[in-house]
């Protein structure tokens, strides 16, 4: 029998407004009516978040093609059945999405009930004037994607979706705003302003409670009082509580404290409860200080991330959420900024969780297009919109420091540009004057139009001699445009109607603009990992710098193949340009789609300071000597292993990445020498190595002395083994577990070299949501059962369908099983 969603509405006379609505929904193929007439398209059966679009065929000749990730686009229809007890018709009910990509139509018993262009805002459709109470309703959401981005976007519900049923007289839950503007370390100020409406016909008198709890789950703050609202009226509800010995959220210590709101009917003693979390901060920017938070001075150790969770797609599931936010914090970053679009609620939820600052963005383009059908279509009708609907998903979210009103617009450097970028900060003034504003600009696109034939004729010349010649002549134009007069004068209006000058690969510009603007806080909005030296001096020796965030922290779909490397032995051979199918992924993260860390994540956090033992890194030696062409955010395609099918003596180029003044490198016990490292090498030192079995150390010399050491051993064998990130996992559908599937030796050793087909099986309360590897060019599908190892590694991701024990076993030809037990547990 199928099992509909009905929830409760009251427990013991008091609602809790807001339910999970994710259950039991199916999705098909969007077709017209006609060939519906026909028979349609088959459904499938799905639990949200979910993303269409990663289990379509990819291929070479899709029209989003490299920006896509070679998936098609396409138009799907989501549809749910849920009963409607006879009592909602004293309730208010509305369905709320925090992310439909993309055009989502939304339709109560077949009748049009609301829409929203935009696919990253969190909006609500009412659907009271379309139930039909004591009968089953069905909801329909229509969502479409094409040539509309420059990334890969995913299809569809992709985020989570509530079910809010509230009385006719209520508190708007996504109304609730507290602030703390006076804080010291006796006391805090703890000001909330709450949204009350009546849609009843007659005058309520009610009471509203509020308290403050503690993270011990003590009450901390507390207030009560009548509110009297009439017929159809709202009103606005403030509070002003204090807390004794506030304990301060900040990344190393985030401290949350518990909003609670009882709105109570005194006659019917009907009750809505809201809750909400918060953290009580300060922050201050000034050209002296830089950034300040809870006054204590802070850089900006940034991560440039896209929405997508790699092998899930777009799917916005909230432990794939939490867990980027774990691996990102753990690889040495204080902050993220959510590329080209807003976050995910439960990106900030997880932020605010983990101690991770967040700089949300608005847009990646205004009116000017990237594609052909982007979001500049319906900007001019919709960006008021869509910016009210991101700063009140963000307003009480102590993990959002920073708003940037878009990315790389190209009409930053024109007075239009500077009119609307004032447009765009004081809408996001006018709610939430308590964070600051930045940009995103890239100086080459604020200015293309008056230098684009200086840097063609530049090209042209330069590709007769070969990719790196195009790549060295366009990075040092670039340079030249970035510093120029021109964009200095060009930026300045759109600068300045923020509050933070946000510059895109200019750290160029940084000292010089101490100069000119002695009144303007930068920040790098993006930096490219191949100046990560570089950049981050830049950063410390410039006092109103306040940090910089790289492109990217973690890789993505789509944009594929800008941080790859060609290898080529031929010198007439040009390179560049796009790569060919069947390349997926960016391949510019710190760490890749599968969270594992690439060799520029340490790199970067030794350049940060935060790591003092040498990091052992081999170019892949089967292209020792080839010529390298590497684009423009590529690192060094290097793998941390010593396990490679090469004969003895085979040359091999190693890179050992530190801090020190000098490393030692070491095989099998013999020195192979020292060279220079620390900042004046950029913290790399490479040596060229004559290949043998063994182990390979590198040794720190600091004045002298040696001191911190690591090394790389060859694997012995070949076991296959995994291993889930959690043992327990929680018993519901925003829950994963994460399983690592690895060939090592008995030691633990990574053997790297010898990929192979894995086959992955789960018994048990559990499904398969995805499984893949960190490979940046493959032709195997997310949503089957088997794929092949990238680097002696893949990951398996599960998803708890109920309570129990959930066995996982890999398996692959000439091994033994291996397995994995996981238990989800009721909440």
């Given at each position: ?97 925090e992310g439909v990509y993309r055009d989502a139509m939304v339709y109560v018993n077949d009748e049009f009930a609301g829409q929203w262009k935009y696919g990253y805002s969190v909006f609500r459709v009412s659907l009271d004037a379309h139930l039909r109470y004591g009968q089953e309703n069905v909801v329909r959401v229509e969502a479409r994607a094409n040539q509309d981005s420059r990334w890969y976007t995913g299809l569809g519900i992709y985020r989570d979706v509530h079910l809010v049923v509230t009385p006719l007289a209520h508190i708007v839950d996504d109304e609730i705003r507290i602030t703390t503007p006076d804080v010291d370390e006796e006391r805090a100020v703890v000001e909330s302003a709450i949204l009350v409406r009546n849609e009843s016909v007659v005058t309520r008198r009610l009471s509203l409670e509020v ?120 690889a040495g970053f204080n902050a993220v900024r959510s590329s080209h679009c807003p976050a995910s609620p439960a990106m900030l939820e997880a932020c605010d969780r983990l101690g991770i600052l967040v700089f949300d963005e608005t847009f990646d383009a205004w009116t000017e297009m990237n594609k052909p059908y982007d979001y500049t279509l319906d900007f001019p009708e919709w960006w008021e919109r869509d910016v009210d609907a991101m ?437």
């Open positions: 029998m199928r099992q509909r969603s009905l929830p409760h509405v009251t427990r013991e006379r008091s609602s809790m407004n807001k339910y999970l609505f994710n259950n039991d929904w199916s999705v098909r193929r969007k077709v017209s009516g006609f060939v519906d007439l026909m028979g349609g398209a088959a459904s499938e059966r799905v639990t949200l978040p979910h993303d269409a679009m990663i289990g379509l065929t990819r291929s070479s000749d899709v029209s989003g093609g490299t920006s896509s990730a070679f998936f098609p686009g396409g138009e799907v229809e989501y549809a749910k059945r849920f009963d409607v007890p006879v009592e909602w018709r004293e309730r208010r009910v509305a369905i709320e999405f308290e403050v709890r503690d993270d011990t789950g003590s009450i901390v703050a507390h207030d009560r009082g009548p509110v009297t609202i009439r017929p159809h009226a709202t009103t606005t509800i403030r509070s002003r509580l204090y807390i004794d010995a506030p304990q301060r959220w900040g990344v190393d210590h985030p401290h949350l404290y518990d909003f609670r709101a009882r709105l109570r009917d005194e006659e019917s003693d009907d009750a809505q409860d809201v809750n909400t979390s918060f953290g009580i901060r300060t922050i201050r920017i000034d050209p002296r200080h830089g950034l300040r938070i809870n006054d204590e001075p802070i850089k900006l150790r940034g991560a440039c991330i896209h929405h997508d969770n790699g092998p899930l797609g777009a799917a916005t599931i909230r432990r794939a959420e939490e867990r980027r936010i774990e691996l990102l914090k753990a700063i009140k998903k963000d307003f009480n979210h102590p993990s959002v420091i920073l708003y940037c009103i878009g990315n790389e617009i190209h009409e930053y450097g024109s007075g239009f540009g500077g009119s609307l970028a004032r447009d765009i900060a004081e809408r996001i003034r006018r709610s939430d004057e308590t964070r600051f504003i930045t940009t995103a600009v890239s100086s080459f696109w604020a200015v293309a139009g008056e230098v684009i034939d200086d840097l063609k004729n530049r090209l042209a010349d330069a590709t007769a001699r070969g990719v790196n010649d195009v790549m060295n002549e366009m990075t040092e134009f670039f340079d030249e445009v970035t510093v120029s007069d021109v964009v200095t004068v060009r930026t300045a209006e759109a600068h300045a109607a923020a509050d933070i000058a946000g510059l895109n690969y200019a750290e160029t510009r940084y000292a010089a603009d101490a100069q000119v603007f002695p009144n303007r806080v930068v920040l790098g909005t993006e930096t490219n990992p191949r100046v990560t030296a570089q950049s981050w001096a830049e950063t410390m020796a410039n006092d109103h710098v306040i940090g910089g965030f790289t492109w990217t922290g973690w890789d993505y779909l789509g944009e594929v193949g800008l941080g790859r490397t060609d290898y080529t032995d031929d010198p007439e051979v040009r390179g560049g340009g796009d790569p060919d199918f069947p390349w997926l992924t960016a391949w510019a993260g710190d760490l890749d789609i599968t969270g594992h860390r690439r060799p520029q994540s340490y790199y970067r956090e030794i350049v940060y300071g935060l790591r003092r033992e040498p990091y052992l890194a081999v170019l892949r030696p089967q292209h020792y000597g080839r010529r390298r062409l590497e684009m423009q955010w590529a690192w060094s395609d290097a793998v941390a292993s010593w396990t490679w099918d090469l004969p003895d003596g085979a040359r091999t180029e190693v890179e050992v990445y530190s801090d020190a003044d000098e490393v030692e490198l070491l095989l099998n016990g013999r020195s192979l020498g020292r060279a220079a490292a620390g900042p004046a090498a950029e913290f790399r030192a490479r040596f060229d190595v004559s290949y043998e079995p063994g182990a390979l150390v590198a040794i720190a010399y600091r004045d002298g002395i040696p001191s911190e050491r690591t090394s790389l051993v060859t694997a012995s064998d070949r076991l296959l083994v995994v291993t889930a990130d959690r043992s327990d996992i929680r018993a519901d559908d925003g829950d994963l577990a994460y399983l690592s599937i690895e060939f090592q030796d008995a030691s633990g050793a990574l053997n790297s070299i010898e990929d192979a087909v894995v086959h992955v099986s789960v018994d048990g309360p559990g499904e398969l949501a995805a499984l893949g590897s960190g490979r940046p060019a493959t032709t195997e599908r997310f949503d089957s059962t088997h794929c092949t190892t990238f680097d002696g590694r893949a990951l398996a991701i599960v998803r708890p369908t109920g309570e129990g024990r959930i066995t996982v076993t890999v398996r692959s030809t000439g091994m033994t099983d291996a397995q994995a037990v996981v238990t989800a547990r009721g909440v």
